[in-house]
């Protein structure tokens, strides 16, 4: 009853708020009549009976407003009311406005466009059901834990008769297959895997079925399932295909389902179009066989409850088992687990912390930039605020109102910034970095907005609180006195300094991060790759393997490719390789032995970069010949094997020796342990990426170790068209069945390989930019502030006899006072903080001094020029007129 | 225990509440008659008086009315509800407890 009355009351309120305010005013107008009357009757006249009557009752005003602070209504009306006098505060001063939600939104539009790629790489659970199940599992030597490899297949089905930590374990391995028969020959991402892997990742089949355990069994049916991406655009989506054959490399596969493409794996990989038993691959097929071969990735599900170290500890048996039973191959080897997010997302988790951080840093920048607007404003409005406490309202209801214009202003920054991240996030993503697009969807969606909303509101808190507070001053009455005008003055300038000093300590340190990335990036692109790059153009061509089944097939295609592509203009300067540098996905690196040396001891292995490449090679790529001789077309397989080694190796294992006609023992497998006599040193090469130093590297001539196919490189200055047109006629001359693949400029891979370093770098310096142009904002705000505050002051020194130049070294020297604070905390926070780059750094130390030095010239500039046009205002403060208007 | 702040504002509280508790009564009427009840002892200020009828009121424990009055128009006069009645009596209660409580101590000390 009482609850109903009270709420009706207060609905009351708050709809005739105006009608009972007038009640209010007719209740009080009763009493000072009355006291008026009683005045009366005691014989004063009627002025001074109300005068007397309204001293009695008191301040009116304030009584009214206590009244009506009575009403808890009021906190719902007093907010509407907040709203509305706020929306008009922005509209009465539309620079402001401006200035405030446009530093807001590149505060939030930055945050909520790195949040969005977070939530999709670190946030957003992997598409598997019950993700952190997953891990994945390596043979790594004992005394080099890095060195991830490939699991042999005996393994792998010794793992899954012994384990008890797994509820599943299986095998991929990952295949370029050429498809025919469908349109023009394509090269498909196929996934050679083992069959457990359906129910280890609850794939579904759209149509048909997934592979069965029967299907992995060697001298099975080849059947193969295809991806939806693949059925739509290759079959027309025809669901006749299930039961009928495609043609994989030449050899007939039986189509036994099609995956949804909702299913995708593996993570931050490319997109695998056709999934085939390991056992039917024409390459790992026959290697799955031999036991020395590392040929597949394991993939295991964890049974409930089993921790990752449980499964490690089991694995650390297991592994050691296998070293004793079958030292031949697994002596020296352990096997690591790795939980699979770690493995997908791991990699980029730091760079993606970093630039959140930076972020983070760029929006107090940008709290600190309004919160000086704010409190120049509030300060400004001094007098206003003094009038509305003197009539009695509270502290805390001012406090309030400020704060709703705060928040009013942190919505509109928020809604601008999130419409800047949509846009930011659409127009980067073409120069995302592969691994990170191939994840998940980036959009700003989900919980982004949501993100950008609490960050607003959090930002808004943050750069309105202290404005709001000292705008609200405990000593009223030199305000009204003052004219209101010096309204914490003070403290103001002591708020508005030490923001200045903040913001330039912050931007520092995103300048210097931004400035150490530029730097390391910049080295990283100018470093010699060891080869030319220029006016190579690459072209991959992969034979498929039922149809070019023998090595001799392979060297024969090879040397009538080499001799169409040399026979037409332009074109002489050609030569095949595989791999080529930038393009070593994951290729291992292969084990060699110096003949003539005492053999390793057990569980140690020399290991080195491995390519094949015709006699050209060299010349094409422009590596320099160090010592000995280049492979010729003499070469053959008929002559005694040769090798070419590069300048690390030779230095590294053939110390103060000359490596020429010294014998090394490797090769592709099954091919390791062929002799091969050294004919040639060549320069290094940058092999797996440019900001990798250059390893020990083994060269074979193909002639004498062919391989399916390879990669095409010509060197000329015919347009990249011209020469992909040459390419090709050339391959179909021989073969029309056969693709060609990724033609393109060389330098696109090496673009591609520094992809990462180049995003991160554009992101952080285009923050850094940002952040420097705040700051300079900043700057200028305090120092133009305190200037215009000081023209009375100055006005007296220039009566006094102070010189135009005196003038300037006053106002400078407080912005350089500002600055150099701001550049000493900036350069303490930055050494602190930059020690976490310095995992993204090339060659570049976490304290680069010439970065730092630079950083702190460009910000004393910067902070020189903000507070010049300033400063050339006071000089031109005419004394008189100082003096007077004061 | 409450706070002395919180003594004086309940004694207002109670004080208002006693004396409509009979026959509503309009805010001049209360200010007068709380202080010719106490032998003009205590005034009670008008800066207390409106505040605190008004908190009275949304509390629910006094109901409020336009009616014709002795001041020869209407004005705005407060009645005890049954809530405010309960919370008289616990507030008489307390009153009563505390100034024997005190009245003890002053005899005693």
Not at chain 1, 121 to 133: G, T
Not at chain 1, 264 to 284: C, K, T
Not at chain 1, 353 to 368: H, R
Not at chain 1, 554 to 578: C, I, K, M, T, Y
Request: glycine fraction near 8%; aromatic fraction near 6%; charged fraction near 20%.
């Amino acid at each position: 009853m009482r609850a109903i009355r009270i709420l009706r009351r207060r609905l009351h309120c708050l709809f005739h708020g105006s009608h009972a305010d007038a009640e209010l005013q007719r209740e009080i107008e009763i009493h000072i009549q009355q006291l008026t009357n009683e005045a009366i009757a005691e014989g004063m006249t009627e002025a001074e009976a109300r005068a007397m009557a309204l001293r009695e009752f008191g301040p009116v005003d304030r009584i009214k407003e206590k009244c009506r602070d009575t009403r808890r209504v009021s906190r719902i009306q007093d907010f509407v009311q907040d709203l509305r006098y706020g929306v008009r505060m922005l509209r009465q001063s539309p620079a402001f406005t401006a200035i405030a939600v446009i530093t807001l939104a590149l505060g939030i539009g930055a945050n909520t466009a790195i949040f969005s790629i977070v939530d999709a790489v670190l946030l957003r659970s992997l598409p598997y059901r019950d993700p952190n199940q997953l891990v994945l599992m390596f043979n790594v030597p004992l005394n080099r834990p890095d060195a991830l490899s490939g699991i042999s297949y005996r393994d792998f089905t010794e793992c899954l008769a012994q384990n008890g930590a797994f509820s599943q374990i299986a095998g991929n391995a990952f295949h370029d297959l050429t498809l025919t028969g469908a349109g023009e020959p394509a090269i498909v991402n196929t996934a050679d895997v083992t069959p457990e892997i359906f129910p280890l990742l609850d794939a579904k089949p759209l149509l048909g079925r997934a592979l069965l355990p029967e299907d992995g069994k060697p001298g099975a049916a080849a059947v193969a399932v295809l991806s939806e991406d693949l059925w739509r655009s290759r079959f027309g989506s025809n669901p006749g295909l299930i039961g009928q054959s495609i043609a994989l490399d030449m050899r007939s596969f039986t189509v036994a389902g099609i995956l949804p493409a909702s299913f995708r794996y593996p993570e931050g990989a490319p997109h695998q179009d056709v999934w085939i038993s390991i056992m039917q691959d024409p390459l790992f097929g026959p290697l799955a066989s031999k036991p020395g071969v590392r040929v597949m990735g394991l993939i295991g599900r964890l049974n409930p409850g089993v921790s990752l170290a449980k499964a490690q500890a089991e694995m650390n048996t297991l592994g050691a088992r296998f070293a004793k039973e079958f030292p031949a191959e697994d002596s020296g080897f352990t096997i690591q687990v790795q939980p699979y997010r770690e493995a997908v997302v791991g990699n980029l988790r730091p760079a993606l912390l970093i630039l959140l951080s930076a972020v983070g840093l760029l929006l107090s920048i940008a709290c600190a930039n309004i919160a000086n607007l704010l409190l120049s404003k509030a300060t400004s409005r001094g007098r206003e605020i003094a009038v509305r406490i003197a009539l009695g309202a509270s502290r805390a209801r001012i406090v309030r109102q400020l704060l709703t214009e705060s928040a009013l202003l942190g919505l509109l920054g928020g809604v601008a910034g999130l419409l800047l991240a949509a846009w930011a996030v659409r127009s980067l993503r073409p120069f995302l970095p592969a691994e990170v697009v191939q994840i998940g969807s980036i959009h700003v969606g989900g919980p982004v907005p949501a993100f950008a909303l609490l960050l607003s509101l959090a930002a808004a808190l943050a750069f309105g609180l202290a404005p709001a507070l000292l705008a609200t001053p405990s000593n009223l009455q030199s305000n009204l006195k003052e004219g209101g005008d010096r309204t914490g003055q003070r403290g103001g300038q002591r708020v508005r300094s030490f923001l200045a000093i903040a913001e330039i300590s912050l931007a520092m340190v995103l300048l210097v991060a931004g400035g150490l990335l530029i730097r390391s990036f910049a080295l990283v692109t100018s470093v010699n790759p060891g080869f030319d790059p220029n006016n190579v153009t690459e072209a991959e061509v992969s034979l498929p393997q039922f149809q070019y089944s023998t090595p001799q097939q392979w060297r024969a295609f090879a040397d009538e490719l080499l001799e169409r592509l040399h026979a037409q203009p332009g074109l002489q300067d050609s030569a095949l390789a595989v791999p080529l540098p930038m393009d070593r996905q994951g290729q291992p690196a292969f084990a060699f032995t110096i003949v003539g040396n005492p053999p390793l001891p057990p569980g140690k292995s020399t290991t080195a970069d491995y390519a094949t490449v015709s006699p050209g090679y060299f010349h094409t790529m422009r590596i320099p010949l160090l010592r000995g001789r280049f492979f010729s077309y003499q070469d053959s397989p008929s002559q005694p094997n040769v090798a070419i080694i590069s300048e690390t190796l030779a230095r590294r294992y053939f110390p103060n020796q000359d490596p020429i006609g010294k014998q090394m023992r490797f090769g592709f497998p099954p091919n390791g342990d062929t002799p091969r006599e050294i004919v040639g040193v060549v320069g290094d090469v940058r092999d797996a990426a440019l900001s990798k130093e250059p390893g020990p590297m083994m060269y074979v001539p193909f002639a004498q170790a062919p391989l399916y196919g390879g990669e095409v490189v010509v060197r000329n200055s015919l347009s990249a068209s011209g020469v992909a047109a040459a390419i090709r006629q050339a391959v179909r001359s021989i073969d029309k069945d056969l693709p060609v693949t990724g033609i393109a400029p060389f330098r696109d891979s090496l673009g591609q390989s520094t992809s990462r370093e180049r995003f991160r770098t554009f992101l952080l310096a285009t923050f850094s930019a940002i952040a420097l142009a705040l700051a300079a904002v900043g700057v200028f705000g305090v120092i133009s502030y305190s200037a215009s505050e000081r023209t009375h002051e100055i006005g007296i020194r220039m009566a006094l006899g102070a010189q135009r130049r005196d003038v300037l070294h006053l106002i400078l020297g407080q912005g350089a006072k500002l600055a150099l604070l701001g550049l000493g905390i900036g350069a303490v926070l930055s050494i602190l903080l930059t020690r976490f780059l310095a995992s993204l750094l090339y060659s570049v130390s976490a304290t680069d001094p010439l970065t730092f030095a630079a950083v702190a010239i460009v910000l004393l500039g910067v902070a020189a020029a903000a507070c010049y046009i300033p400063a050339r205002r006071a000089m031109k403060v005419d004394p008189m007129a100082a003096l007077r208007y004061q | 225990m409450p706070k002395p702040s919180d003594l004086l504002q309940g004694t207002l509280d109670l004080l208002i509440l006693k004396t409509i508790v009979r026959k509503p009564l309009h805010g001049w009427g209360i200010a007068k008659r709380i202080q010719t009840l106490s032998g003009d002892t205590l005034s009670v200020g008008q800066g207390s008086l409106y505040p605190a009828l008004h908190r009275l009121e949304n509390q629910g424990w006094i109901c409020s009315e336009w009616e014709e009055s002795d001041l020869g128009r209407p004005a705005k006069v407060y009645s005890v509800t049954p809530q405010g009645r309960k919370q008289l009596e616990r507030e008489l209660k307390s009153w009563n407890r505390l100034s024997s409580a005190v009245h003890l101590l002053i005899q005693n000390a």
